[in-house]
């Protein structure tokens, strides 16, 4: 009899993220009690379905917001059946069936079917074109609109339509949100939030159509056009319906589970049914549906528990709150948000800074809260409204007042149940056993262990009090973060790039805005620092920001302290003609420069240039910049090699001109400079570049991180190649690793005593799915680079603005 | 050019339109003997400094970056206030700052009348 209690059949319809959090919960509370299957619709093994935005913004992958791979189903023995809807529960044999023809016995059932767009029932919503924001498929489908059409509508201004909309936007679409309301997000702002939210989604170029009622969709087949109850129209070649969601009821009203909007259920998720439960948006708890992630992981926790045997409190209701996933604006609403009678309110409203803050209190206790413009106390406003605290001087200044007020600490307040992090479903007790029982001391340890943070990392500073309550003497805020990049944050350049990636934030603006910068335009340490991150985690979307550039990168030549520049052309490998020398030398003579220099870099430098004299100069050489004023690849340095060389075994300057005409103009994060010698004499001094090439018999040496500069050091040898073929993607793939992982300003010699040789050799050499996958973001960087000089001779405007003088005469003269 | 006589210390002469100056970027002008950094910020706002970087090394600071109201020195990286041309901490010195008028979209620079010399009808 035992044993057949452990081999209870557990059936989960519904392969999200409600059924699938309470899936796990049973797995850590009873291994081993139940025999788990589960079936679900989509294609999918289980993703983070609050992440599609981020798929949409392209700065996700689908395989990124993945949260149980098949994998993880395998290993815990849990029989998953994907593209596959159960069509039918028989209550009374205890079985379902499903559209491919399965029937299955269970002992205890679970209901997580979520929810489904609601589709305004008006004339041609069937039309092509009109979809909703719900699943993987919707979000492709997006995408491909994007592609193909120019003219986007979302209908609803609510969180998710908003979101979507900003996709689009991003993705090139002109993107009308449509609202049947006079305010957007009416749910969740009042008035002058939702005014200030509007403001600044319209600087960002998004347009709104208010108080518009969708009387029908025009169009034949495909959508052309939505017209309103008003008369007036709108055109649009593709529609986003996002106007709410309906709980997904349709399998247990059909099966006789008794239903109202949503699937009706007890304070244990029990539904009218014996043994049947339902989980997440399909329920409908004391009246209310919730459609936002941290009720489902509440109610997962309730029901895992019940199921297990183990004592838990009865789920009585969740405290929502709302945070945007718009990169460049913060927006928080939680609890109570509109004055009403009884309610005292604290409010600060500075339009200057496009700030607005205002918390709710009842009876002196917080009850609810408003954040535009700054978030920074969102995660404890929160945790505050949550736990009904009773407004004090210290919580007053912090909100309202000047910032970084110590309010103290109140991890302890925070019970063990309670949900940390929304979005990945982390509690107070996950975080405080992990760092116990791992001896985490990072925020970034608790990351990696417990997923706490992860995601939006909006509840940061809470997993930070609770390390600090867990380690006391023990915590030391220093060690626990890295280097900031300059003084307008308290971020390392890290944890810039991991959220520049994850808010899909695409200008130095964006970053500095989203990241709370304590200075609004940065400083000449962070500008040209964001300027790089940014081109080399989005190649393709992010615009250069040349004011951003120090001054040799923005003029294209590099200034002298005079005043004057050195202008230096390509001269691949070190190679020129007799012809290329004459020019140079006329242009010299023509524009009266006032020394002619061979570099190291075995090329010429015309020194002594006005700023005025350097369009004139270029067009003249029509030669391409030779790049010796900037964080770039300057110089492949070669030996004469096989070519000529007695002793020569490999073609070193055939080589040298090939790499350096392939990846020379291409932004890193500093300088760089390779050398390939033609046999083992060495005689383009390999031991001193980022990248030194010895050729030998049969095969090519790579050696790295050498630096012939202030802090000199010998290259190491990374490997031996064969072919050029190997060469050539060895080479890309460490480039594009630096590019990657360096910090701006840092040369490979300081990288890689940072990362070590072994971790550099692992990623671009043993390891050949991540050696190419680097070497293909390296073609599809390669693949932007414009030629400078060119460039701004072509553009009239920037030319004059950037290099002409103005002159004025006075009475003086 | 016709010099507009504004106040009995000044003299304002226009150098261009607001349109040439491009944001958070320096455009240099040459008024008579004086050579002038024209800086346009984000808010729009035009200031004018002396060329010359106040750091040790000598220079010009057309070149700098602009955040604010604040010019990073190209050469010495030191921060100096776009208003007033004073450095500010915690480095220290001064660059000489002219007064600019925007009239519409004309710029004007003003000279000491003194420097500018007489004004003639």
């Known amino acids: 009899m035992v044993e057949a209690q452990e081999h209870r059949h557990l059936v989960l319809i519904g392969n999200g993220m409600a059924g699938i959090n309470t899936v796990e919960q049973i797995l850590k509370l009873a291994p081993g009690a139940y025999r788990i299957t589960v079936f679900g619709s989509e294609p999918y093994p289980n993703y983070n379905r609050i992440q599609l935005s981020y798929v949409l913004e392209k700065s996700k992958a689908v395989e990124d917001i993945i949260l149980n791979d098949r994998e993880w189903y395998l290993e815990n023995g849990i029989e998953l059946y994907t593209g596959t809807t159960v069509t039918h529960i028989d209550t009374e044999q205890k079985t379902v069936k499903a559209d491919n023809g399965m029937e299955v016995p269970y002992d205890t059932l679970i209901i997580a079917t979520g929810s489904n767009p609601f589709i305004l029932p008006v004339p041609g919503a069937d039309k092509e074109g009109i979809v909703g924001f719900r699943d993987i498929a ?160 509440e109610q997962g926790a309730v029901l895992a528990k019940h199921l297990c045997g183990v004592d838990t409190k009865p789920y009585e209701g969740s405290v929502v709150s709302t945070q945007l996933k718009i990169s460049g604006v913060d927006v928080f609403s939680a609890g109570e948000f509109m004055d009403a009678e009884g309610l005292s309110i604290v409010r600060m409203h500075d339009d200057w800074r496009r700030i607005y803050k205002k918390v709710l209190l009842r009876g002196g206790r917080i009850v609810g809260g408003v954040l535009i413009g700054d978030g920074k106390e969102s995660s404890r406003l929160q945790q505050w409204i949550r736990t009904g605290t009773v407004m004090t001087e210290a919580i007053h200044d912090a909100i309202v007042g000047q910032a970084s007020v110590e309010t103290g600490n109140t991890a302890a307040e925070l019970a063990d149940e309670e949900i940390v992090c929304g979005c990945n479903g982390v509690t107070k007790k996950h975080i405080v056993d992990a760092i116990n029982e791992k001896g985490l001391t990072t925020v970034e340890e608790i990351k990696v262990a417990t997923s706490a943070s992860r995601s939006c990392g909006g509840c940061r500073p809470v997993v930070e009090q609770i390390l600090q309550y867990v380690l006391g003497d023990k915590y030391d805020s220093a060690a626990a973060k890295q280097e900031a990049i300059c003084s307008c944050t308290t971020l390392s350049k890290d944890e810039v790039v991991t959220a520049i990636k994850e808010k899909g934030l695409i200008t130095s603006k964006e970053v500095r805005y989203a990241l709370e910068w304590d200075n609004p335009e940065g400083c000449s340490k962070c500008r040209p620092a964001l300027n790089y991150y940014l081109g080399m985690i989005w190649p393709t979307e992010h615009v250069d920001e040349k004011d951003s550039r120090f001054v040799n990168e923005r003029m294209h030549a590099n200034i002298q302290k005079d005043g004057t520049f050195g202008v230096v052309p390509r001269m691949y490998g070190g190679v020129t003609t007799p012809e290329d020398l004459r020019l140079i030398a006329d242009i010299a003579v023509k524009y009266n420069v006032k020394l002619v220099k061979v570099t190291g870099g075995q090329r010429l430098d015309l020194l002594g ?125 460490f480039m594009q690793y630096y590019r990657e992982t360096g910090k701006y300003l840092e040369r490979t010699s300081d990288w890689i005593e940072r990362v070590g040789l072994e971790s550099v050799t692992e990623a671009v050499v043993h390891d050949r799915d991540n050696r190419r996958a680097l070497a293909e973001r390296m073609e599809v960087a390669l693949a932007q680079v414009k030629e400078p000089w060119s460039e701004i001779l072509n553009n009239s405007n920037l030319r004059e603005r950037m290099f002409d003088e103005i002159t004025v005469s006075t009475n003086q003269d | 050019m016709e010099p507009i006589l504004n106040s009995n210390e000044y003299t304002y002469y226009l150098v261009g339109h607001v349109d040439d100056f491009p944001e958070r970027l320096g455009r240099v002008v040459r008024l008579g003997k004086e050579v002038i950094a024209v800086f346009k ?80 009808e």
């Open chain 1, 609 to 733: 240039v006005k700023k005025e004299d350097l369009p004139k100069i270029w067009k003249d050489l029509g030669m391409p910049s030779g790049y010796a004023y900037a964080k770039a690849l300057r110089t492949v340095k070669t030996c004469v090699g096989s070519q000529f060389c007695r002793f020569g075994t490999k073609d070193s300057m055939g080589m040298g001109i090939l790499l350096e005409k392939k990846f020379e103009r291409l932004d890193m994060p500093a300088k760089f400079k390779l050398a390939v010698n033609g046999c083992p004499r060495n005689c383009a001094e390999s031991s001193t570049k980022d990248i030194g090439i010895v050729g030998n018999e049969g095969a090519w040496e790579i050696y790295v991180g050498g630096n012939g500069g202030i802090k000199a050091r010998l290259a190491e040898l990374l490997c031996k190649v064969r072919t050029d073929e190997e060469l050539l993607e060895i080479v890309s793939a």
């Open chain 1, 138 to 297: 919707d979000c492709e489908n997006m995408l491909r609109a994007a592609d193909q059409y120019k003219k986007a509508a979302v209908i609803g201004g609510g969180l998710l339509g908003l979101e979507a909309a900003k996709g689009l936007l991003k993705l090139g679409m002109d993107v009308t949100v449509v609202h049947l309301f006079e305010e957007i997000m009416e749910r969740q702002l009042d008035h002058t939030a939702s005014l200030m939210l509007q403001a600044e989604l319209e600087s960002q170029g998004l347009k709104f159509a208010t108080g518009k009622q969708t009387e029908e969709f025009l169009g034949d087949k495909r959508v052309s056009g939505i017209r309103f109850s008003d008369g007036t129209t709108l055109d649009a070649e593709f529609v986003v319906m996002a106007v709410g969601i309906r709980p997904n009821i349709a399998l247990a009203k059909e099966s006789g589970i008794a239903v109202n909007k949503g699937i009706l259920v007890n304070d244990y998720m029990r539904t009218s049914v014996p043994d049947v439960y339902a989980v997440g948006e399909c329920n409908e708890h004391r009246g209310i549906t919730y459609g936002l992630v941290a009720p489902l992981f």
């Open chain 2, 41 to 120: 910020t984000t808010d729009g706002q035009i200031y004018a400094l002396e060329n010359k970087s106040p750091g040790p090394r000598g220079g010009t600071i057309a070149e700098g970056m602009i955040s604010g109201e604040v010019l990073f020195d190209p050469i010495c990286d030191w921060k100096i206030s776009l208003t007033d041309g004073q450095v500010l901490d915690p480095d220290t010195g001064q660059v000489r700052a002219y007064p600019v008028q925007v009239l519409g979209n004309e710029v004007r620079i003003g000279l000491l009348t003194k420097e500018g010399g007489l004004f003639h």
